[in-house]
C-alpha cells in the first residue's frame, strides 16, 4: 500500500483530501508525527502537538452513495476497537458517532471528510488520532480529566507502529465485509462496543435538546433513540452525552 509519512505537517486529513484530488490510488495512509493543527469534529482543535500519539488519514474511494458513506466511519470505529485487541488485549468501547473510549476517558476520535456529487463518492478521507504513550501533564489543561492514553491505563509505552499496523489490518477485514454488503454484521459488532447503546443520553443537537434511551444504530449509521414520551427519533449529528 502506499504509505506517506510526515514528521511535521499541519493536518493528515489536509494532506489527504489534496493527494485525493489529485487522484492517489485507494488505500494511501497518510501518518505524521506532528501536527501543527490538528482538526476534530464540530470544528474542534485535535490535540497533536507531540509525537506520542498516532496521527493518521486513510483516503478511500468507495462504490457507495454519498448517503451511505457513515457507515465508513462506524466501520473504521469498530477496526480501531479490534486492532487495539488484537495487538493490546485491551477492550475500548465506542460513543456515538466516532468517539474511541478507555474508562470513561475519550482515546481517539474519527474525522471523515468526503468529496462528493449527488449519486457519486469522489473519495472518502478517515482520520483518525488515537493516544498512545501520552502522560497526563502532555494534555492541554482542559482535557487532563477527559483524555484517555494507553500508556495511563496500562502504565506502560506501545510501539505507534505494530497498533497502526494492527488497525490498518482489522480495518481491511472490515472493509471488504463492507464491500461485500454485510453492513448488518458490522452494524452488529459496533453495537456490541458500544458504550451508547442502552444508556440514557441527552442529544444536544441544532436548537433542540432532548434525553431519551439509545436503542442502537441503524442501518444508516443513525442512532436511535427513544423518547421519555415513547416516540423513536433518529439522530444523524450532534452531540450526544451519555448519562
Ligand atoms: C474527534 O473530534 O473526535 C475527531 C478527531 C480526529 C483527529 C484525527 S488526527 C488525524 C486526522 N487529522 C486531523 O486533522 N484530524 C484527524
Same mark, same amino acid.
Given at each position: 500500500r502506499e504509505l506517506v509519512h510526515f514528521a511535521d505537517i499541519d493536518s493528515t486529513n489536509n494532506y489527504a483530501k489534496k493527494i485525493g484530488n489529485d487522484g492517489c490510488p485507494h488505500g494511501t495512509v497518510v501518518t505524521a508525527e506532528?501536527? @501543527?493543527?490538528g482538526r476534530g469534529r464540530v470544528g474542534r482543535l485535535w490535540q497533536s502537538d507531540n509525537s506520542r500519539g498516532l496521527w493518521f488519514s486513510i483516503v478511500l474511494r468507495p462504490d457507495l452513495e454519498p448517503e451511505k458513506v457513515q457507515i465508513i466511519t462506524l466501520a473504521a470505529s469498530v477496526a480501531v476497537v479490534e486492532g487495539i485487541i488484537e495487538v493490546l488485549d485491551i477492550n475500548c468501547g465506542i460513543k456515538w458517532p466516532n468517539d474511541i473510549i478507555l474508562g470513561s476517558c475519550k482515546l481517539g476520535g474519527i474525522l471523515t471528510e468526503l468529496s462528493a456529487e449527488p449519486g457519486h463518492v469522489n473519495y472518502v478521507v478517515v482520520g483518525i488520532g488515537l493516544n498512545i504513550n501520552q502522560d497526563s501533564g502532555d494534555f492541554d489543561q482542559e482535557l487532563q480529566d477527559k483524555a484517555a492514553s494507553l500508556k495511563l491505563f496500562t502504565g506502560k509505552t506501545h510501539s505507534r507502529a505494530k497498533i497502526l499496523s494492527g488497525i490498518l489490518k482489522s480495518f481491511e477485514k472490515i472493509y471488504t465485509m463492507l464491500l461485500a454488503g454485510e453492513t448488518r454484521q458490522i452494524i452488529d459488532k459496533w453495537n456490541k462496543y458500544s /458504550? @451508547? /447503546?442502552g444508556k440514557e443520553v441527552r442529544i444536544i443537537s441544532r436548537e433542540v435538546e432532548y434525553i431519551g434511551t439509545a436503542q442502537s444504530v441503524a442501518l444508516d449509521g443513525k442512532l436511535v433513540v427513544k423518547c421519555k414520551d415513547g416516540t423513536l427519533r433518529e439522530v444523524s449529528s450532534g452531540e450526544v452525552q451519555v448519562r
Open positions: 506532528r501536527q @501543527t493543527l /458504550v @451508547t /447503546v
